[in-house]
């Protein structure tokens, strides 16, 4: 049996057990894929910047966002000039949430650590920032200022030598002036006026003035998604990413006006975004569908709105809160909200999810700005091997051995046999030339 339509604005409306297979499988199945029209063209842009350099960057400027620009890289007193110009209002939240996600980060620095696995064998681990980081920050249909932070103060926090920020240049040559406030309320080391698919293959692989970088982070649209992908062994990426959901578990303590809220502020991100509620019971589903319904009609951003809850909006019926759980493993969403009475208890059934908001009161609109936790997460049901934008991400580590004389001869024998067993018996021979007197 197939969920049935609950009016024009939701794509599913009914029990959860009820979801015919192929429902279910497009709910979970959110992965957008390699549009191959796409993919082409982002493996011909990256191919020039390799071989072009700049003089590639110049002219792709010129095709895509219809401007000169006469330099890459935005002068640091530019930058500082935006923030200075920046609203008081603005800057000082810019501010509040910067020093949060410093806040929020400066516990995840990792810890070098030593252990002896037997009497004279040291092994260790050593955690090292990474040399440069790529920020990339996006300047099409939305500016996101907060992503510049979330990507440029854990870089800066874990102690990455350089921090660049790559966003689009607008008609006078410059990304967004917030976006430049941002960097510089940050410490963005450099920004350059890029964007798209051009601003990544300069940041993988280098130019004449823009640095290769180690990672790339931070959101982007479809080409920029595909780029990161295709220069993945040239560079690291913090994850692949795809559009905006949420899943809400809400039982009857939950208000149903915040539910359909939250499921709205995700909607309006983009039109394949996916947002979805498993509530409690008939009436209290009705209710957050009603509500929904209200919603959308008076909802800003109308169109991205109705397209999301038209494609991949459900407001889904659960008759208890333990068949929910099943769900919400396999969905693993980038943003999970738990409208509960008991949501901290409620925590311990959760496994895979990009971020986690427990109460109805933890908008996710807070986790997305102020708490300092990072809104770089997951998407496509990658929350179950993939984590959020963290700390870790701006360390490699550095693993070392030491063998003492006693320790060596001690293992000489075992470790040549292990090497004659696999045929390698050059690795014997080493082996066993310090066991023996």
């Known amino acids: 049996m197939t969920a049935f339509l609950a009016s024009s604005t ?196 280098g130019t004449e003035s823009v640095p290769r970088v180690d990672r790339i982070v931070g959101p982007g649209n479809a080409y920029v998604a595909e780029a990161k992908l295709q220069v993945v062994g040239a560079v690291a990426i913090e994850a692949p990413a795809g559009p905006s959901e949420i899943l809400v578990v809400a039982d009857d303590t939950a208000n149903p006006a915040a539910v359909a809220r939250e499921m709205l502020a995700q909607a309006e991100h983009d039109p394949e975004a996916a947002c979805v509620t498993l509530a409690l019971g008939d009436a209290l589903a009705d209710a957050i569908a009603a509500e929904v319904e209200r919603q959308a009609e008076r909802a800003k951003r109308w169109e991205i709105v109705t397209s999301a809850l038209g494609s991949r909006g459900a407001v889904l019926t659960v008759a208890s809160l333990e068949e929910a759980w099943p769900f919400v493993a396999d969905f693993a969403p980038e943003h999970l909200l738990i409208a509960t009475a008991s949501p901290r208890e409620d925590l311990g059934q959760v496994r895979n999810a990009g971020t986690v908001f427990l109460g109805e009161r933890s908008s996710v609109a807070y986790g997305d700005y102020m708490t300092g936790s990072n809104h770089v997460l997951p998407t496509a049901g990658l929350a179950r091997a993939y984590s959020g934008l963290n700390l870790l991400d701006f360390y490699r580590w550095t693993t070392y051995q030491r063998v003492a004389p006693t320790a060596a001869a001690s293992l000489a024998e075992d470790v040549g046999r292990l090497a004659d ?17």
């Open 10 to 205: 939701l794509r599913y409306r009914g029990p959860l057990s009820a979801l015919a297979r192929e429902d279910v499988r497009r709910l979970l199945d959110r992965a957008t894929g390699s549009d191959a029209r796409v993919a082409l063209r982002v493996r011909e842009i990256i191919a020039r910047v390799r071989a072009e350099g700049d003089q590639a960057l110049f002219e792709l400027a010129r095709q895509f966002d219809r401007v000169e620009l006469t330099a890459l890289e935005v002068p640091r007193e530019v930058c500082a000039a935006a923030l200075a110009g920046l609203e008081p209002s603005v800057r000082d939240a810019l501010a509040r949430a910067a020093r949060n996600i410093a806040l929020a980060h400066a516990p995840q620095k990792p810890q070098w650590v030593e252990v002896e696995t037997e009497p004279g064998v040291l092994v260790g681990r050593r955690p090292d920032p990474l040399g440069r980081v790529g920020v990339y920050a996006p300047g099409g249909r939305a500016v996101y200022p907060s992503s510049v932070l979330m990507g440029v103060v854990p870089a800066k926090v874990a102690g990455v030598g350089e921090v660049i920020v790559c966003s689009p240049p607008g008609p006078d040559g410059l990304p967004h002036p917030s976006v430049l406030a941002a960097a510089s309320l940050a410490g963005a080391d450099r920004v350059f006026s890029l964007g798209g698919a051009g601003a990544v293959a300069a940041m993988a692989h």
């Open 421 to 437: 067993s696999e045929g390698l018996f050059a690795h014997a021979d080493a082996a066993r030339a310090w066991g023996r007197p």
